[in-house]
């Protein structure tokens, strides 16, 4: 983590870090931390991503910081969809019962799709 924010701060004088409020089990409020992959650059047209950032999305390492948020109990490695403020509100009555749950870095259908991936490749004897 600490060679990947120094990389970071060679290639852009921005924030290492980004953090973005999300609602957590039983609606408690947190910050989601993970590494700043845009420009900050405000003049810059559609936030474009700087080259380290690219790599990193394309990897999935801009969100190894959430490892923090897990280590505080705040999410976990794995369950539901973890949701912004923004998103949290607009969902139904019916939707917000996720709320009620961890949410996890990685999502459970995540996982359910990819080990039925696996299966459906493996050659059954």
Same mark, same amino acid.
């Given at each position: 983590m600490l060679l990947l924010a120094l990389f970071?701060?060679?290639d852009t004088q921005a924030p290492i870090f980004e $953090?973005?409020?999300?609602? /957590?089990? $039983? /609606?408690?409020?947190?910050? +989601? +931390?993970?590494?700043r992959t845009k420009s900050a650059n405000?003049?810059?047209?559609? &936030?474009?991503?700087t &080259?380290?950032?690219?790599w990193m999305?394309?990897?999935g390492l801009e969100n190894l910081p959430q490892l923090l948020n897990v280590l505080r109990g705040? +999410?976990?490695?794995f369950g539901s969809r973890c949701w912004t403020l923004e998103d949290a509100i607009k969902l139904t009555p019916e939707a917000q019962? &996720?709320?009620n749950h961890l949410p996890g870095i990685i999502s459970s259908w995540e996982v359910e799709t990819e080990s039925s991936v696996l299966h459906l490749d493996s050659q059954v004897s």
């Open positions: 970071m701060k060679v $953090r973005t409020w999300h609602v /957590g089990e $039983r /609606g408690k409020l947190f910050k +989601i +931390i993970k590494y405000r003049e810059a047209i559609n &936030q474009n991503t &080259q380290i950032g690219k999305h394309k990897s705040e +999410i976990g490695l019962k &996720q709320l």
